[in-house]
Every structure is written in C-alpha cells, then in structure tokens.
C-alpha cells in the first residue's frame, strides 16, 4: 500500500489559499494549516479594540478557512523572528512598507522547517502568477522556492501547471493534470472554483494579508521609526499604531487619541507606560503622549487633547495629567481651534 | 479513579489572535481529559478559541464573561 502523503497548507484566509488546500485534499493527500502571527495581520485587532464592530462579532478567517475544508490549523507566532524580515527586507518593499517577496520566503522557509519537525511531505500555498504585481510574478515564484530552501517541496496547485514539476507531480503524489493553470489578476477562476466546491461567504481582502499594505498604517510605522532614530519596534507598538488618531505636533512626541470608548478603553491598560491626558471639566478622550515631552509641549498637548472632547469650544477646560508613576495633576488650558492644528501633524 | 488535571491561562490584554495561540501552546503541554480555563479579555476569543477547538477536537465545556473578562473552559480532546 503506497504511503499516506501529508502537506501542509499555508492559510491566510483568503480565498486563494483554501482553494489551493482544497484541490491537494480532493487528491487524497492529507493537508493541515499553517497560519503565521506576525503582528501585523489584518485578523482580530482593530474589531477587538473598536466598539463599533461589538455588533457583529469578526470571524478569524484563517480558523475559519480551515473549518470549512475540515482541517488542523497550525498558529504559529513569528513577532520576534519577523522583525529582521520587516527591517531588512533583501527584496525591498513594496507599495507601501509591505516586504511580500521576503515575507513570502520567510513563511515558506518556516513551513519547511515545520514539515521537517512534523514530518510532513510538501508545502502548499495559494500563490498565483501575476496575482500581485511585486511577489507573485513568475520571476518571483523560483526566487521563493530558493531562497525559502522549500525548492521543490513546494507546491501551487492554482498555478502549477505553468511551472516547472515539482517532486509531489514527479513522484505521482499528486496528479498534475488535476492542478491547475491560473494567471493574472482576474478572481473569475477563483470564483468559479469556489462555486464548485460550495464555498460561498470567503474572506476577499483588498490590499493583502496584513496591514503592511495599508498606506495609513505604513505612514505610522514611518514615523515612529524616524521619531526613534532606528526601525524597531515592539509588539506594543505595531498594536498602537492601529489605534487612534496619531498626532505629531514635535519631533520628540505624538498624541494617541482614542476615537471611541472601545479604543479608550484599550488605551487605558498603556496608562503606566505613557504620559495620560483626559479633560476632567469636560467629557472626552483618553489620549496617550508617546515620546519625550517638555513641560511646554505637555501644555500644548493638553490643548489638543481638549480639541477632541466637549469643552472644544469652551474658554478654558481642566485637563488632568497622569504620569506613568500615578502621579496627577491638573492644567488649565484653553481649547485649541480647529484651523490651530495644522494638517500635517496628523500621522 | 483517574484525577484529571485543571489548569489556568492568563490571556489578558492579549488580542487575537494571540490568546488563541497562548490556548493552543498550553494545550500541547495538557493530556487528554485534561482541563483549561482560559481568562481574556478580547471579546474575540469568544469566536475563535471555540472554532480553535471545533477544529482541533477539543471540547468547550463553557464560556461566560464577567466584568471585563471573557472565561473560555475547555476540555483537551484526543
Ligand atoms: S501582505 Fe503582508 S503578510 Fe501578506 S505577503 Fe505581504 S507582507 Fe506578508
């Protein structure tokens, strides 16, 4: 009896990926999923910190992918190991600071030692040719396969057959005529797959996996980086850039300012690593002071924070400042104007 | 009689999806039959740590939330 073969599937949870899963699986093989945390995932954060999207509570697609093909998922946390790839990427970056081609060889890389430990036979993902224009191109497909030391063990079932064979199509684990042949941005195959296995209600991100491809978040990150002086970073930091409003009237520290009480609240459990400000005359928001700030920016911060609460329009409004050892006080400040806080200090 | 093992995690202030992946480095180290209460306060996990164990053959035996916190007790499957 021939041996049973076992991949391993990288789910994003997307599309793209629970097709590819699904078409190895229809062959007989056995897949599980592989899922990595980088910190940067568009999974969970933002809907667990904003209240609005308490109403309708957010599925993890990548659990919920796997579900639906009746699959193991892996969750692996990369935070730390992700930092050089994110810091140093070999390959540059893409449109905005999202490292795909190395993140892709990192991932791939990971999956071939996973495979190893867990003695599994091949790696599958859902690349396509021309999918994206910076790291899936056909030049791009063997520089991830060699660089990610996967070589051959890996397998794009949607793209495979405008590919070289690889050993699962060689040794006849699975049957190349049964992958598939797509290129190019259009989603239709993808659809018309989907339809045909009875998938409907799968995730359709946008830009990409991660916020990396977000040009609002990646302007953050920028800056933070360029506040420092260097680009690393904790998870603390990649998790706050996702929330608030950023404002950076000086060089040597920006406000947090929570947008709801979702994101006050999430603020709150940072209160003994940052300075705090909150309006004690007025209602409004909590807002974190990120950075070095004299006593001077604290009296023009306090005047920003007072912008985005009730007592915007008040002569003077008493605002309460927290220090990271407890310690309080309270400034007399008075609102700034909308027109006083110029455009560019928002990040 | 066998005395089956109950052991607690504390996810709080993690967001998802690292209490579920806390859940399923603690579970690794569990045995079957063997209990864990996960204490969290990302509302998240009320979804994810029981489609985590959906998929992964661990049981739920309950979920509640209390103050700030969400509680999730399961039961480590084979
Ligand atoms: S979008 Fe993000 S997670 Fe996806 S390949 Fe690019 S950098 Fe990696």
Not at chain 1, 22 to 31: A, I, P
Not at chain 1, 270 to 297: Q, R, T, W
Not at chain 1, 303 to 310: D, E, L, P, V, Y
Not at chain 2, 21 to 47: A, F, N, S, W, Y
Request: charged share 25%; aromatic share 6%.
């Amino acid at each position: 009896m021939s041996k049973q073969r076992k991949a391993v599937a990288l789910i994003s949870g997307g599309l793209d990926s629970m097709l590819a899963a699904k078409t190895v699986m229809e062959q007989g093989v056995h897949v599980e999923g592989i899922n990595f945390f980088t910190g940067f995932c568009v999974e969970g954060h933002t809907h667990a910190i904003r209240d609005k999207a308490k109403a309708k509570p957010k599925r993890n697609n990548s659990l919920w992918v796997a579900e639906q093909l009746g699959i193991k998922l892996h969750i692996v946390d990369v935070i730390e190991e992700y930092k050089n790839v994110l810091i140093n990427p070999k390959h540059g970056y893409g449109a905005y600071m999202n490292p795909c081609l190395d993140c892709k060889i990192f991932m791939v890389n990971k999956a071939r030692q996973w495979i190893v430990e867990n003695d599994f036979d091949f790696i599958i993902t859902g690349e396509v040719i021309g999918q994206r224009p910076m790291s899936q191109r056909k030049a791009t497909m063997p520089i991830v396969a060699k660089e990610s030391g996967a070589d051959d063990l890996l397998l794009r079932p949607l793209c495979a057959k405008n590919l070289p064979p690889t050993l699962p199509e060689r040794e006849g684990w699975v049957d190349r005529e049964k992958l598939h042949d797509i290129t190019g941005r259009s989603r239709k195959p993808q659809m018309a797959m989907a339809e045909q296995f009875g998938f409907d209600d799968y995730a359709q991100p946008a830009g990409g996996c991660c916020f990396l491809t977000d040009k609002n978040y990646s302007a953050k990150l920028v800056d933070l980086w360029q506040a420092q002086g260097n680009k690393d970073y904790e998870l603390d930091d990649v998790m706050l850039l996702k929330v608030g409003r950023h404002i950076r009237p000086q060089p040597n520290f920006k406000l947090i300012v929570a947008r709801e009480e979702g994101e006050g609240r999430f603020l709150q459990g940072y209160k003994n690593e940052f300075i705090s400000m909150n309006c004690l005359s007025h209602s409004g928001p909590l807002v974190l002071l990120d950075g070095s700030p004299s006593a001077e920016d604290l009296y023009l911060a306090a005047r920003i924070t007072a912008r985005f609460g009730q007592g915007r329009d008040a002569e003077q409004v008493d605002m309460n400042v927290m220090n990271k050892d407890g310690s309080e006080r309270t400034l007399q400040v008075k609102p700034l104007k909308k027109e006083e806080i110029p455009e560019e200090w928002y990040v | 009689m066998i005395v089956m093992n109950k052991e607690t995690l504390n996810a709080r202030r993690l967001l998802c999806p690292l209490p579920v992946i806390r859940t399923q480095d603690k579970v690794k180290q569990l045995k079957v039959g063997d209990q864990l209460e996960v204490i969290c306060t990302d509302p998240g996990v009320m979804q994810d740590i029981p489609a985590w164990c959906r998929i992964n053959g661990h049981k739920v035996l309950e979920k509640k939330s209390c103050d700030h916190d969400y509680i999730i007790v399961l039961e480590v499957g084979a």
